[in-house]
């Protein structure tokens, strides 16, 4: 029997290789001692898939999640979503498939707010038909912040066992970034960073390093002066009051493994300076975490994948890794939980 509650695992986009990740995944359960999920899907789809993939697994419906660890071992476990797989073409992601793909998240975010689950991960979805289907969110990040409710501020961060990173802007355009990169936005970031280092991964103290927006940080002022205006008083006010946190660091000389050793988690302003070096040193390692919810929500880090999708080559190591992630910060926090109550 398993020490955590069941993990509610969405579907993301049909015609992507989530749904071929989640039965790679299931495959390799026993490999990875894997606690045991669920995913929010129509049974079809997934029956589908492993019909054109050749895998010889058995897909079953529950009824309540509570059955999940009954029948893991021998089929994965299908958390009914209603649609049918008539629009789905591996390869291509459709508009058309939006309402199933949200009703998943949904799903899963509730089971997960009640207690039910222990905690979602998603697979990847594809925004731009969302986008087309009228979804209004840049990402599953602000989306699952919506679905908390007012005043939650969630946190992306990319982590890997060589690196973690926080994007302290996230899908917007670059010319954008220096009107949203504020010293409020900074300090909030720092907070819930810190507080969720501490809390789900066990981090005491936890070290933060704040990259800066130009080139050389700014080269005192020479080369824009964000760094002086905007960060440096963040992290100013932030060390005053106990954080743990140094910068403006020049960004092209922070993530060498030498540097890398000095901190737990680098904040950068936009999306491409933190993604880029945390995907490259590790890509199939790499867990997308929000933090800052008010439940546990994993990823992996990378998309859908739709130019492999349906040839049965995608690697589930990115999806396997994000299970141990939310498995672990569920058990860091049931402990956390424990010891607060005892106290
Ligand atoms: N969490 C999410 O929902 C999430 C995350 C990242 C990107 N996306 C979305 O995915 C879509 C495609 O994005 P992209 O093309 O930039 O990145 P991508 O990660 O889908 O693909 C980049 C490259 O990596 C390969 N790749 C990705 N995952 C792989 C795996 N598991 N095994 C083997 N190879 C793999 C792909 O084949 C491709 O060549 C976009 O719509 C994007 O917004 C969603
Ligand atoms: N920025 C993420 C990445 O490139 O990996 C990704 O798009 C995830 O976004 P959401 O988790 O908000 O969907």
Redesign the pocket.
Known sequence: MSDIKPIAMTL?EPG??GPE?AIKAWLARAEHNLPPFFILSPKIIMDQTTEALGLQVKTKVIDEVSQTGKFFEDALPVFEIPGNGEDIKPGTASSKTASIVIDSIIHGVNLTRSGTASAVV?N?????VLYQAGFNHP??TEFLAELSGPGTIPVMMLANSQLRVVPMTIHIALSEVPKQLTAEIIKQLVRITTASLQRDLGLKKPRLAIAGLNPHAGEDGSMGDEEIKVIRPAIMELRDEGFDVVGPLPADTMFHAEARANYDVALCPYHDQALIPVKTLD??GGV?VTLGLPFIRT??????????AGKG??????LIAAIKMAADMARKRAAGNAASQGA
């Open positions: 993301g992507g290789i990740l998603t990847p979805i594809q925004k731009s990402g599953h890509f199939h997308n990823s992996p880090d990378h998309g859908t994948a739709l130019d492999i080559i995608a690697r589930p190591d990115s």
